[in-house]
């Protein structure tokens, strides 16, 4: 089957982000896949390399190819399909599976609210029907998106060599990842790092962490002069890896800081204790959205305090607990393993759907 998936970068990289995994983890089980982007700038360096089975093509207000809709039409986020794309899709002999791919979310409306049908009323493509799929961590929902070679592949990966290969000796350092958006709590963290008992090396992610991290060193040692005195925290700026990479980068560290949706979801793959930076909404409707997902993950109550400090909804942010985050972590991935990925799940319902098109 041929799949058309639309993708509008608000900002960040998670709009792009998401979709590329999506298109790459079809065409892993043998589909055709074409990604229409209005900004594809990150993938120069998030898939230099591109992929034989996903095509890339520019979305532009004025249709630059004219290429007939394929068999499944999916609007990330919410992102609405060009009008001509419309016209296209209402002309086609069997009328393409139409899906609005929404953001994830362990809020019970995922599950309530997946798969539902909304009937198209006006425009080009008026009496065609739209599905909602949520992507989630229940089994009512449309899963995560998990590549079917992850354990093997985690398996045969060797993190010593990988960090080598980045110029990263670990010795007897704790490893830590950092990608964020300008946490309140970063001087606290990066003061609670350079105090505690051992050797931390802090690699942060470039863009906002890597701005954010700056600036929380400037303002402790204006503030805290000799915060690092012992030496025992030392940061390394990373470029701005592929996302394979980054996926290795997870797979590395003993705790990683991730933030938006797509590191989540690769943070809980890694199945390493991790700290989630959510996107922040102007209505504060992240503060219901991570509660949620505390709830659902069962965080243990240091880790449940961590992110609410994290996240600006607390001020204090309590020691780091590696056991009892690490014990969270390894039974959420176990937990999710066990369920069916987001492409299974997406295929299995197009199947279902093109039946009655
Ligand atoms: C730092 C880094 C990231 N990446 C990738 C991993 C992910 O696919 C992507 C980052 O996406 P996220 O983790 O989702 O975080 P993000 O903050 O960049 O994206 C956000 O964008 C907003 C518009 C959405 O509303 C949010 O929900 C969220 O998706 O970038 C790399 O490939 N290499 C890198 O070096």
């Not at 034989?52 to 630059?64: F, G, K, L, M, S």
């Not at 802090?202 to 030496?231: F, K, Y």
């Not at 985050?325 to 937990?335: D, E, F, P, S, Y």
Request: net charge negative; charged share 20%.
């Amino acid at each position: 089957m041929v799949w058309d998936i639309f993708c509008k970068v608000i900002d960040n990289h998670g709009d792009i982000g998401v979709c590329w995994r999506l298109a790459t983890q079809l065409a892993g089980r043998g589909e055709s896949a074409r990604v229409w982007v209005d900004d594809p700038s990150a993938l120069a360096w998030m898939a230099p390399s591109g992929h034989e089975r996903v095509e890339v093509i520019a979305w532009t207000d004025e249709p630059a190819v004219a290429l007939a809709p394929g068999d499944v039409v999916i609007e990330a986020f919410g992102c609405e399909l060009p009008q001509h794309f419309q016209e296209q899709m209402a002309q086609r002999a069997t009328r393409p599976v139409w899906i609005n791919l929404e953001y994830l979310t362990a809020e019970s409306f995922a599950e309530r609210n997946h798969t539902l049908a909304s009937p198209v009323l006006t425009g080009p493509a008026a009496g065609a029907t739209k599905f909602f799929f949520y992507p989630g961590f229940t089994g009512g929902t449309g899963g995560l998106l998990r590549e079917t070679r992850l354990d093997d592949a985690q398996h045969a990966f060797d993190a010593d060599a990988w960090l080598r290969a980045q110029g990263i000796e670990r010795g007897d350092s704790m490893v830590v990842s950092l990608f964020c958006y300008e946490p309140a709590a970063m001087c606290q963290l990066l003061a609670q790092l350079a105090s505690g008992p051992r050797q931390v090396a802090l690699l942060v992610a470039d863009g906002r962490p890597a701005a954010a991290i700056h600036q929380a060193i400037a303002a402790l040692d204006e503030a805290t002069p000799g915060w690092n005195s012992r030496h025992h925290l030392a940061v390394k700026l990373l470029p701005l890896l592929t996302q394979p990479d980054f996926d290795h980068l997870l797979w590395s560290c003993d705790l990683n800081f991730v933030r938006g949706e797509d590191s989540l979801v690769r943070a809980l793959w890694a199945g390493r204790p991790f700290i989630w930076h959510i996107y922040p909404q102007h209505d504060d409707a992240h503060h219901t959205k991570l509660l949620a997902f505390l709830d659902w993950i069962e965080a243990p109550a240091s880790l449940r305090e961590f992110h609410l400090a994290w996240n600006g909804m607390n001020n204090a942010l309590p020691a780091i607990d590696m056991a009892s985050w690490a014990a969270c972590a390894a039974h959420a991935r176990n937990r999710l393993l066990a369920q069916d990925d987001l492409v299974t799940n997406l295929m299995r319902f197009v199947r279902q759907k093109g039946m009655h098109a």
